[in-house]
């Protein structure tokens, strides 16, 4: 089921801007949020390949910065945030932070599907689901937007949904776990390239929870997607992802395959984040919960590593110099000054992560 | 709520045309309630206005009586005029007086007035209503126009110095009382500059009927009663209206649609249907209390409707005049509240879902 990216797309190859690169592919993003204490970086340059095929886990606590760079990548940042630096290039379409008007209209939802959480109601609650497509379909200039509803009601069945029936309700007639999957076919019904995943297993039950994520791996399959999975649950992640992407504090700490990332994390808050999770067949008091405080925006230092203040490892040089992104074995990378001891490889590039 | 989902094997089992037939049938079960609720209420007030007309210190209807006596009236003869004036006379026993009362009315028969003597309480009010409807209407609509796109506009561009200026617009002509309004708009448009003509509904030369001169003249001594109307009750409508616009701009599905690339317009439709529904029932109330007719406007511009009427049954101790426009206003208030309940229905889904 799983496949594993290929190395040379992802890490210290210094070829990775000019090879053929299929997905979205994200470079230094920084994105800011004007308030009274001064301007304050929510995402600081952020590097990261969403490569067709892939299902990428965006991991990391509330406040990380996880969604607010899912946002960017639909040039959607809530005001008073907005980009300062770097790019979100989409395959065949080009720099989407630079999209204005119809353009970026068409981008979204086109080419980028968004799928908001169980809990959230991303439906109008006046309108039946399949008027809603219609709109949809109008909105982006599909030629006969009726054939569009044929194609939802395949989506629907492939999602054990009741096609007829889930096309003729209001949301409020529809369950969270329906509500969801009925999220996942108004982000695929128009041909997305790119499916992004915004926490799709909050406040769903375990058989839902199953049962939607198993979809998501087929049509992702299927249609060779680039897929985020953006959670703070790393048994999703580990369910489904190939790659994972740890964020703390707006920054990537770390990247890899999931395999390697799980079994040999290199960062000490990727480690400290996998201790902290019970399991069910063991002791509860195993599970080490993590020392002090999420971070929020005003406190994260501007200098130095962001996650110092809650290492138990920190170094004098670790609020003095910010870590450089090193390899730590074949697509697997980090950003701690541990890690860039003898025994790491130094980054030629930029990339923090990819 | 459904609850949260079931395997999904389970979910597809679907309710189909049975759903649509039961959800019909809800509706009709709840509009019968709603129905007889309304008929309820009406009763209920009826009631009440029999009873505290007859509570009224002097007790008005023995005054009539003994009034009729003094004037060399025979017993008798007194005795039926006010039970025709009154519907019921203090000389039976209170539960027989109020079965008349209530028999009367079901006739349709409000009984007499006594300030315009023999004349009819529902002659006088279905006369006075039309010049009530054109004014406050006219008012309540143009006012709801205005103040829901001021609204709107306000909520998009709150940030911004329109919005301000259009929130100050609001919160100030909220503040300043409706005979103010009237008496500034008569004296700046008819002294000052003398445009639109003062007092009485029409010119007293043209003849009524549909002629052009006739229709012409009604609506040049209407603008400026229908502004003063609608310029009082603008600020009310534009502040809902901007609230309500600003919380539907936080929900979810509205950055769900930016998100799926919707067109702006369609956006914008999802906004102003969502934003628009809590303001319908309030709209349709203010339709109601329309019968209670706008008494400073009427008074200021001398117009001869409803809110002119009871003024003058209040000041002329006309009771029959004052409990049928009471009951009037009541009766349009249930009814309107009536309409609203079931045009919620029709536009709200949820709302149409709970009577399953």
Redesign the interface.
Known sequence: MRRRPSRAAHLGSGAGDTEEFEGLRVRGLTIVYGTEAGELAAVRQVDLDLQAGTITGLVGESGSGKSTLA?AM?N?V?SPGRITAGSVTMSGIGDITRLRGRA???????VLG?V?QAS?????????VGAQLL??A???GVPQPRLILGEAQRLCER????A??VLSS?????????RQRV?IV??LVLNAKVLILDEPTTA??M??QA?VLQVVREIHAERRLATVVITHDIAVVAEMADRVVVTYAGRIVESGATGDVLRHAAHPYTRALLRSIPRISGDISAAEPLPGRPPDLASIPTVGCVFRARCPLALPICSEVDPATVSVGPGHATACHLAAGPLAVPERTEEVAG | ?????????A??????AGARRRRLKGVARRLGARIVAALVMIWAVATLTFFLVHALPGNPVQVQYETLISHGVPPAQALKETRIIYGFVSHEPVVSQYGSYLWQLIHLNLGKSISYSGVSVSHLVLSAAPWTVILVLSGVLVSFLLGVLAGAVAAVRRTSKLGDLLSVSGSLLHGIPQFVMAVLLAYVFTTLLPVFPFGAPYNITVTPGWNLGYIGSLVTHAVLPVFAYALSSYGGWMLSMKSSVVSVLG???V?????????PL?QLR?VA??AL?PLFTVLALSIGFMFGGSIFIEDVFDYPGLGHLLLASISARDYPLMSGTFLLITVAVILSNLLADLLYTL????VR?QAS
Do not use: C, W
């Not at chain 1, 970026?104 to 086109?110: D, I, N, Q, Y």
């Not at chain 2, 709520?1 to 094997?9: E, F, G, K, L, R």
């Not at chain 2, 950055?255 to 067109?263: D, F, P, T």
């Open positions: 946002l639909l959607a809530p970026l209209r068409e981008v979204r939802g086109g968004y908001f959230q109601n991303s439906l109008n609650p006046l309108k039946r709109d949809l109008r909105s982006h999602m054990g949904l009741d007829t029936r209001y949301q409020h007639e529809l369950s969270g776990g329906m999220g108004f982000a769903l039950d058989l839902s049962a | 709520m459904v609850p949260a989902s079931p395997p999904i094997a979910q597809s089992t679907g309710r189909g929900d979810d599905f950055l769900a649609a930016e998100l799926r690339g919707l067109k369609t999802y249907r969502n529904l536009i709200d889904p949820r879902g």
